[in-house]
Structures are given as structure tokens and as C-alpha cells.
């Protein structure tokens, strides 16, 4: 099982690696706004748009981190840095933003949801916290919410959460990727159990849902595809070259997307959404979900999203995997 587990690491670093150079061409329209000037900022791996501040940016590190978050400017400064009490940091991957309809407060969703041993851990956590007014360092009180999977531990980097349903949506990082519904209500006294409701592109990086959620998105290594609440996959849009992608979020006015990467002064690209396209497939066939949900697609075109190069490099990375389990295991006779 060791080897079994390292040779899977190997696969997704591997993959990681051969991410760049199968990057989308670069698009005429997307805009480098800016890069993260902080030092202490070296793996970006979630991101989130304030919903109350005006050109306000929230990042955090990834795995070894402290359970911190940043809320940094359009010019790349950090303007301020927000600690979560009582809260870990195992593996923070993802984050998502919301606004209170009853209060208008913006809310912060922080998820510490990666496991690179896909099952390793018990269960996964996510944070809830409301955006503070002021942008000035603090430690903040979160709301800790523990999940565990219907069919077993998954390794994940993308949450989303439906901003007309509430909805938290966990979007798994495998070869056979899905999205993961949570439990209407959530509660803090017990695991809340997280139920597949759709397929999810091969190696998903991260999730998240537009402001009034008519769409949401899925981002791979790359490239990222939009969908309907419905699942029916609106375009898909080409992103940025970058080191290692693992971040994706919506504009507030919804017509274009964020991203970001990991890596010392990595930069944040505005991407806009060109106009949709009817999809190539037939409408896909969702399994029924609770009323009131809007579970994503179950279909070819959004478990894909690749093209004939990607599919290469995934064969070549494998092929490289196969060759290296082969030799281990004749060292380990």
C-alpha cells in the first residue's frame, strides 16, 4: 500500500510538472493585474474576491502553512493578514466567498480539504468566517465545519458554494474527479457527510461559483470549463501559462474569470469569459438531487475538458509512473 500510495503522488507531481507546457495558448484579452509582493506568500492555492471591499484579493498558503489567510490589494500588497482561532492548517487548498443575504456581511469559506494519501485522513475540515469590516491584522473566531466522504476518502482543491442555494459543493482532484454535495444544513457537532452528485474534469485545481449563481467553473491544470447551474457546459476558456495553477474565481460583475498560481510573487490573471457556445454533447443526465440543490454536470463533456495534447502528457506522465513502480518493485524483491 506504500508503494501503491507513492507511486500516486508520483503521478500528480508528475502531472503538475507537465502542467505548463500543456497550458492553453494565451488569450489576446487576459490581463495580468497584478503579482503578490509578500514573501510569506509562496504557494497561493486558494482565491477569493471580497464581496464587500472594493479590489480586495484573499489568498492563503497551501500545506505547512499556519491557519492564516491574506487580504491583499490590487497593486499585490498585503493589506492585511487574518489568523483563525483555534483552527489548523493540515492541507488548505481552497477558499470561496460569499455574501449573507440577511445581513449583507461577506462571508469567507476556508477548506482544508487536501489529503495526497486520498483516505489518510478521518475527515476534512472547512472554516467558515465572516469578512471583517475593517482590513487591519486580526485573529478571527471560525466556524468549523468537519466532513467525511459517502464512498471513502478523496484527495480535493476546489470548493464552491451556491450563493442563491448556500450550497457547498467540494470538487475532487483525481484521474476520475467529482463533485461533492454537502448536507443542506451543516452542523458542528458531527462529520456532515459529502455525496458524489456529478463527474468533475481529470485533476480539478479548483471550483467556484459566479456571483448570482448562473454558472460556476471548474479549473484543471489546463484550462477551465464553465457550466449552467443545470450542468450543461457553457464554453470553455482558455488560461494563462503558469508555474503550478490551483486558484479560479469570478469577477464580481461575473464576465470574467481570476486566477492564480503557486510560487514566490506569483501573479493573478483576469480572464474573460467569452460568449457561450451551444455544447457538442447531448444534455447530460443528472442523477436527482434534494429540492432546492443545483448538483453540476455528469457527463462526458464535463469530466474532460481536455485536448488530444493533454491527453498525451496524462499518457506520458503514467507511462513514466508504470516505469517507476516496475522498478521499485524489482529493488523491493
Not at 36 to 50: K, M, Q
Not at 300 to 323: E, K, M, N, Q, Y
Request: charged share 20%; proline share 8%; aromatic share 8%.
Amino acid at each position: 500500500m506504500v508503494l501503491i500510495r507513492t507511486c500516486a503522488a508520483a503521478v500528480v507531481a508528475l502531472a503538475a510538472c507537465a502542467a505548463p507546457a500543456a497550458a492553453s495558448a494565451p488569450s489576446p484579452d487576459e490581463e495580468k493585474l497584478f503579482a503578490f509582493e509578500d514573501p510569506r506568500i509562496t504557494e497561493s492555492s486558494g482565491l477569493a474576491l471580497s464581496p464587500t471591499h472594493d479590489d480586495v484579493y484573499y489568498t492563503h498558503n497551501d500545506s505547512a502553512a499556519r491557519p492564516e489567510f491574506y487580504a491583499v490589494g490590487s497593486d499585490g500588497r498585503t493589506r492585511a493578514t487574518f489568523r483563525l482561532r483555534g483552527a489548523e492548517a493540515r492541507d488548505w487548498e481552497a477558499m470561496a466567498a460569499t455574501r449573507d443575504p440577511e445581513t449583507g456581511r461577506g462571508v469567507l469559506w476556508l477548506a482544508d480539504i487536501g489529503d495526497n494519501l486520498d483516505g489518510a485522513w478521518p475527515d476534512v475540515s472547512v472554516y467558515k468566517v465572516t469578512e471583517p469590516r475593517t482590513l487591519a491584522d486580526a485573529t478571527l473566531p471560525a466556524t468549523r465545519y468537519r466532513f467525511r466522504y459517502a464512498g471513502g476518502g478523496r484527495n480535493a482543491e476546489g470548493i464552491m458554494v451556491n450563493p442563491v442555494t448556500g450550497r457547498l459543493y467540494v470538487v475532487s482532484k483525481e484521474f476520475s474527479g467529482a463533485v461533492y454535495e454537502a448536507p443542506a444544513r451543516l452542523r458542528t457537532g458531527r462529520a456532515n457527510v459529502l455525496r458524489k452528485v456529478s463527474a468533475a474534469p481529470i485533476m480539478a485545481t479548483d471550483a467556484a461559483y459566479a456571483p448570482d449563481g448562473s454558472s460556476y467553473v471548474i479549473r484543471t491544470y489546463f484550462s477551465a470549463t464553465v457550466y449552467r447551474p443545470s450542468g450543461e457546459v457553457l464554453t470553455r476558456v482558455s488560461m494563462p501559462e503558469l508555474e503550478q495553477a490551483e486558484s479560479i474565481a469570478y469577477t464580481r460583475d461575473g464576465k470574467a474569470l481570476l486566477t492564480g498560481s503557486e510560487g514566490a510573487d506569483s501573479p493573478v490573471y483576469r480572464v474573460p469569459i467569452p460568449a457561450a457556445a451551444p455544447s457538442p454533447s447531448p444534455p447530460p443526465s443528472r442523477q436527482a438531487a434534494p429540492e432546492g440543490t443545483q448538483a453540476a454536470a455528469d457527463s462526458p463533456a464535463a469530466s474532460s475538458g481536455l485536448t488530444l495534447r493533454d491527453v498525451l502528457i496524462w499518457l506520458a506522465a503514467a507511462a513514466i509512473a508504470i516505469g517507476f513502480i516496475t522498478f521499485l518493485a524489482r529493488r523491493t524483491r
